[in-house]
């Protein structure tokens, strides 16, 4: 604990991924912009549009709507990029402390790191609701039941490997990123497991709804409800949102291939993650968007029974 909360590393690793995430993520968001629009043959756009766009946002004015809270309404974009941040910091800090793994961290990081990941879909839904926009409403209405539509499966995967630390090896160290890695450079990565294979794929497609991509653009879906969740936003508020997502963007592939491949110590973490994107832009250009019905069933009626199965092999070692 003392080495976590050692002073300035802590500050200067807060400001250093507060400042690297979103830039490489807005990278990555015209990557899977650009694919996208190759996709579909068209030509794309530039390198420097997703930069263009954040600063156009934060020179334009800020719109309020009248008669609702100032403060909620402004100031829900800054939770999600306030809990994505501390995401950022505490995989990083967990993958390259050169402190032994399993002590770079405090006990139940894991824990903290699903509370902040929640920490976005309450933002859209707070901002939502505190628009008081009907279709807003409708936005937050969706975000809500896709939430606690995926954070079940999800929660489901994320036991895999701490069950597997907690049998094997020790209490302590399951709850603790670091020990999770450190468990996968004694023994190999969780996805080397049949359990492993199985709650990988599950947070796989947990997090393209987490990400708001297709097929689980629901509460933005624009055709239907011009964006919803967002409908009110402009100006800077707008723009923080889009960072939010950009982060997210570099973030769950790192979460994914921090908890179940691996960590990212080596060289090939960089070709584990390039992997993890392409599966999630394929996805995103190759899937109809569900219905709000079409996507609990599937989470709920496909993915959870896959979780407890994988969770059943947890507990029997395989």
Not at 147 to 156: C, H, K, N, W
Request: aromatic share 14%; hydrophobic share 60%; glycine share 8%.
């Amino acid at each position: 604990m003392s080495v976590w909360l050692s002073g300035w590393r802590l500050v200067v690793g807060f400001i250093a991924t507060a400042l690297f995430v979103p830039v490489v993520g807005l990278v990555l968001t015209w990557v899977d912009r650009f694919v996208s629009a190759r996709v579909q043959w068209r030509k794309g756009p530039p390198f420097y549009q997703s930069f263009a766009d954040i600063l156009k946002l934060l020179l334009k004015e800020t719109v309020v709507p009248e008669g609702v809270s100032r403060t909620v309404f402004l100031f829900a974009p800054l939770l999600g990029v306030a809990g994505m941040s501390l995401v950022a910091l505490i995989l990083f800090y967990s993958n390259f402390n050169v402190v032994v793994l399993q002590q770079t961290s405090f006990l139940g990081d894991i824990i903290v790191l699903l509370y902040c990941f929640a920490l976005v879909p309450l933002a859209f839904i707070v901002g939502a609701s505190a628009s008081r926009n009907p279709v807003a409403a409708v936005g937050a209405s969706r975000e809500m039941t896709l939430y606690l539509g995926y954070e079940l499966p999800f929660v489901l995967a994320l036991l895999v490997p701490i069950v597997k630390v907690a049998k094997q090896w020790n209490v302590a160290s399951a709850l603790r990123i670091g020990g999770l890695i450190a468990y996968q450079q004694e023994f190999g990565s969780f996805l080397y497991s049949v359990s492993g294979v199985i709650a990988g794929l599950i947070i796989l497609f947990t997090i393209q709804a987490k990400l708001g991509f297709v097929p689980f653009d629901i509460p933005e879906a624009e055709q239907e409800i011009m964006s919803g969740v967002l409908v009110e936003y402009s100006g800077a508020p707008l723009a923080v949102f889009r960072i939010t997502r950009a982060m997210m963007v570099l973030l769950l592939p790192l979460f994914l291939i921090t908890v179940f491949w691996g960590g990212l110590r080596d060289f090939w973490a960089v070709l584990k993650f390039v992997l993890v994107f392409v599966l999630i832009v394929l996805m995103k250009n190759t899937n109809p968007r569900l219905t709000i019905h079409q996507a609990l069933k599937f989470f709920w009626f496909i993915l959870t029974p896959l979780g407890i199965i994988a969770l059943i092999l947890a507990f029997i070692g395989l």
